[in-house]
C-alpha cells in the first residue's frame, strides 16, 4: 500500500498546486504523510456528509474540488460545522486534499471532463492563456433546446435543473463549457464565435448584456452538477496510476448530491 505522501505526490503531478490562482487554498487540508492509503473517495464538497460517506467506505483519504477553507480560518473548534469535518476527519484517521483552480486549468481538467458527460468533442480551450474553460463541436447540429435537453439527461439532476437563455429554435453546433461559474468570460465566448455556452451560475445582469451582445445561447447548469464529472474523471486518472505503481488502492466517486439547492417552484402569479 502506499503512504500518503506517495498519493499526493501522484496528485499533485495531475494538478500541480502552482498553477492554482493566488487566492485559492488547494493542497492537504490534514493527514499523516506517512499514513497508508487504500481507499480513496473523490467528491465535489468538503462537507460533513462527504466525510460520514468516508468513514462508511472506509476511506484513508478524500479528494474534493472545492477547498474546506477557502478564505483562511482562526479556529478549527467542534462547535463549528467546518471544524467539525476537521475533528472528524482527524479522529477517523483520513486524509483530505483539495484540487481547485489547478484542476480547472489542467489538461486534462473539470471543462474536459464536463464535456465528456456532455458527449463533445473538445477542440481547444477557452482560454488559452490559463488553459481555462473549452471550445467543443457537436457531431450534428441540434436546436438550441435540444443542446439543453442533452445537458439535462447527461449531467447529474439537481434542484435547479437546466436554464436556457436564448432561441429555442437557434442552431447549435459550436460549444463553450466552462465547469463552476462562468459569466466571467463572456468576453472569451464571444470571441470565439460559438453558437452557444454552457456554465453554471450565470447572474441576471451579465446575461442580459450578454444575450443583448450576440445571439448567443446560454445554457445554465447547476455548480456541482457541472464539475462532479470532474470526480470521475480524478478517479480514472488515480485508478490508471494505481494500476501502474501497483497500488491495488479502491478508488470511489461520491454520488451524494451536495448541491446547496434542495427544491424547485415556479411562481404562476405576474411579477409586482
Known amino acids: 500500500m502506499p503512504r500518503l505522501s506517495e498519493v499526493i505526490a501522484a496528485l499533485d503531478a495531475l494538478w500541480p498546486p502552482e498553477r492554482a490562482e493566488q487566492w485559492d487554498a488547494v493542497g492537504t487540508v490534514c493527514g499523516d504523510p506517512d499514513a497508508e492509503v487504500t481507499r480513496v473517495l473523490f467528491a465535489v464538497d468538503p462537507v460533513q456528509e462527504i466525510v460520514d460517506e468516508a468513514i462508511a467506505l472506509g476511506a484513508d483519504l478524500i479528494v474534493t474540488h472545492h ?39 489542467a489538461d486534462p481538467g473539470v471543462s474536459d471532463a464536463l464535456a465528456g458527460a456532455l458527449g463533445l468533442r473538445v477542440t481547444g480551450p477557452l482560454v488559452p492563456e490559463n488553459n481555462l474553460g473549452r471550445i467543443c463541436e457537436l457531431d450534428r447540429p441540434e436546436t438550441l433546446a435540444e443542446f439543453a435537453a442533452r445537458a439535462a439527461k447527461r ?49 441576471h445582469h451579465p446575461v442580459s448584456e450578454a444575450t443583448q451582445h450576440a445571439p448567443i445561447g446560454l445554457v445554465d447548469a447547476a455548480h456541482w452538477a457541472t464539475e462532479w464529472p470532474w470526480c470521475e474523471q480524478a478517479a480514472a486518472q488515480l485508478d490508471e496510476i494505481s494500476d501502474r505503481h501497483g497500488w491495488d488502492l479502491r478508488v470511489h466517486v461520491s454520488k451524494t448530491v451536495t448541491d446547496p439547492w434542495s427544491s424547485h417552484h415556479t411562481s404562476p402569479g405576474a411579477p409586482n
Open 67 to 105: 477547498p474546506l477553507y477557502l478564505r483562511g480560518t482562526t479556529t478549527v473548534a467542534a462547535s463549528h460545522f467546518k471544524g467539525r469535518v476537521v475533528h472528524t476527519l482527524i479522529k477517523q484517521d483520513i486524509a483530505l486534499h483539495v484540487a481547485h483552480t489547478n484542476a480547472d486549468t
Open 155 to 203: 449531467l447529474p439532476a439537481t434542484a435547479q435543473g437546466i436554464r436556457v437563455a436564448g432561441d429555442p429554435r437557434a442552431s447549435v453546433r459550436r460549444v463553450a463549457v466552462s465547469g463552476g461559474s462562468g459569466d466571467s468570460l463572456f468576453d472569451a465566448v464571444r470571441a470565439a464565435g460559438v453558437d452557444a455556452f454552457l456554465t453554471a451560475d450565470l447572474r
